[in-house]
């Protein structure tokens, strides 16, 4: 229950009859609520010096903007008229510059081309050295096989020449003894 010096629902210097629209809450929440007031205001304040500096530096920032597309666009007709002078018309950097590219990557392919050749023949000239050098070496293997079997031959008739040699003296030798 409250009192009666409790409240401080005053309208137009009086205390209403009705009080059931009324909130009742303490000093000190009062206080706090007066305290968050305050804050609020400070908080409010800085906003809008914060917005106020936000704005100033949008300001500046479109001014910089305004100022380096100015710059561009001088940087941009220099460029133009060097061109012009130098080249006599306007090149198109992009596609220079894509262009050189593939240009050394056609440079590359054609060295790799030659290099290819150059392996090719060099490859056709020793395959064809080796199978000279194959022939020549089946020749000189048919040579030395063929005077193999003539040594053989040769060895066979001295042999038969020993042997019909030692019959002969043996014969002879058996003449002088009989």
Known sequence: PLKLHQVE??????????????????????GRLQERIIQLHE??????????ECRERRKQLIREKREMAKTISKMEETVHQLMISKFGRVIDLEALQTLSVNTTLEELKI??????LTNAKEMKMWEEK???VRWELMMKTKEHTKKLHQMNDLCIEKKKLDS????????QGNAFQG
Request: glycine share 4%; hydrophobic share 30%; net charge positive.
């Open 130 to 132: 080796i199978a000279q």
């Open 111 to 116: 060295k790799k081309l030659r290099k290819e």
């Open 43 to 52: 908080e409010n304040s800085k906003q809008q010096k914060l917005n106020k």
């Open 164 to 171: 019909r040699l030692n019959t002969l003296q043996n014969q």
């Open 9 to 30: 629902h005053i309208v137009f210097g009086e205390i209403p009859n009705d009080l059931s629209g009324t909130l009742v809450f303490s000093n000190h929440s009062l």
